[in-house]
């Protein structure tokens, strides 16, 4: 089993949808949990950063983490063309600084 | 502006050739990273470094090489014994636990 499991896609969304994003984890070290936004060709750019259970927001984004399911989500309020974006999933804990990775989930959001 | 520069954006390398990614911060941050990313492998950790002077290989090390000699700068080496070097190469940062940065890039390719 991998430590992190993310669902590839790709998911297509008509604009204005609410799009939701999600990563498993068997790891029960993971404590902190992040969200990334790649476009093509691009290095990816944080979105959202947590380490509690529970839901984060910022604007149309909120990051929701279930640490008794090992479970994360991301949620879009409102998607956006500009959306359009392959979406990583991130965690680190434990006794070192590594972070580890989903595969990304590709969004392409239609106007 | 604090942040992470990578260069060059684009490489070529001939075969049985090593070639250098260089990767700087001036963040302050004491670990950084390296990524080999791939389409649909996600990102694939190659080597980090916690600290000046000393670094670990990560999940596909072989054919690479790195040196940490300041805080601010770690080099990836990509040497003719990575018979696939063909990819897009991310350097990261980040202190402690706490969310990492990227940089936008190197894209090698064998000729």
């Known amino acids: 089993q991998k430590e992190v499991e993310q669902d590839p896609g790709p998911l297509s969304v008509p604009e204005g949808a609410i799009v939701s994003l999600n990563c498993t984890y068997s790891n029960s070290a993971f404590q902190y949990f992040m969200w990334y936004r790649q476009y093509s060709r691009k290095g990816p750019e944080l979105l959202m950063y947590t380490y509690s259970s529970g839901n984060k927001e910022d604007g149309r984004f909120t990051a929701q983490v279930d640490k008794s399911s090992k479970y994360i989500s991301l949620f879009i309020r409102d998607s956006q063309p500009s959306d359009s974006a392959t979406y990583l999933c991130a965690m680190s804990g434990g006794s070192n600084y590594k972070l580890t990775f989903g595969k990304g989930t590709l969004l392409t959001v239609n106007p | 502006d604090g942040g992470i520069t990578q260069s060059p954006k684009y490489l070529f390398r001939k075969e049985g050739q090593n070639v250098t990614l260089s990767c700087e911060q001036n963040?302050?941050?004491?670990?950084m990273y390296w990524y080999r990313q791939d389409p649909g492998q996600g990102l694939r950790l190659i080597y980090y470094?916690?600290?000046?002077?000393?670094?670990q290989k990560g999940d596909i090390a072989e054919g690479y090489s790195v040196s940490r000699e300041k805080k601010e700068s770690f080099p990836l080496t990509v040497t003719s014994a990575q018979k696939n070097p063909t990819a897009f190469y991310l350097c990261?940062?980040?202190?402690?636990?706490?969310?990492?940065?990227f940089g936008q890039g190197t894209r090698l390719t064998v000729v």
């Open positions: 990261a940062s980040k202190q402690g636990f706490t969310e990492a940065f």
């Open positions: 470094s916690q600290i000046v002077n000393d670094f």
């Open positions: 963040l302050n941050h004491d670990a």
